[in-house]
């Protein structure tokens, strides 16, 4: 697989994303649902904001790593959220977990009216090998 990543700008290089990654020739391409914070056991989390971050990127790290990638093959990420305002302050989690990873992905934030039951936000990948 060849990736290129393609930024116009330097700024967003602060915000951890990029404005486009280019893959060619990958081996295979993992299309992940959703990830939330969701118990083994499918209770949906009623804790705070930080704590749901953390269970959702360990879930999608879980999903991602189950199917036999790696989560440095991440080329896109949505990321979901009922209250930015809430997220924001928790968003150096994220960007560790993205360090971590030495993932280089374009990503999208949106804002929702809602997530299933309890839940305050949603990680959406793309990953190829």
């Known amino acids: 697989m060849e ?5 116009p700008w330097k700024w967003q290089n602060e915000r951890s994303y990029n404005q486009a990654v280019e893959v060619k020739n990958p ?7 959703g990830q939330t914070a969701i ?5 949906s989390s009623n804790e705070n904001m930080e704590s749901q971050i953390k269970l959702a990127l360990k879930n999608l790290e879980l999903v991602i790593t189950d199917a036999g990638y790696e989560c440095s093959g991440i080329v896109r990420l949505n990321i979901y959220t009922t209250a930015t305002d809430e997220l924001w302050p928790h ?10 990873h030495n993932i280089q992905q374009a990503t999208t934030l949106l804002e929702v009216k809602s997530l299933f039951e309890t839940l305050k936000v949603e990680l959406e990948a793309t990953v190829v090998r």
């Open 27 to 33: 081996a295979g391409t993992l299309y992940v649902s």
């Open 91 to 100: 968003f150096p989690i994220i960007q560790e977990w993205l360090s971590k």
């Open 3 to 7: 990736k290129r990543v393609i930024n």
């Open 39 to 43: 118990s083994a056991d499918g209770i």
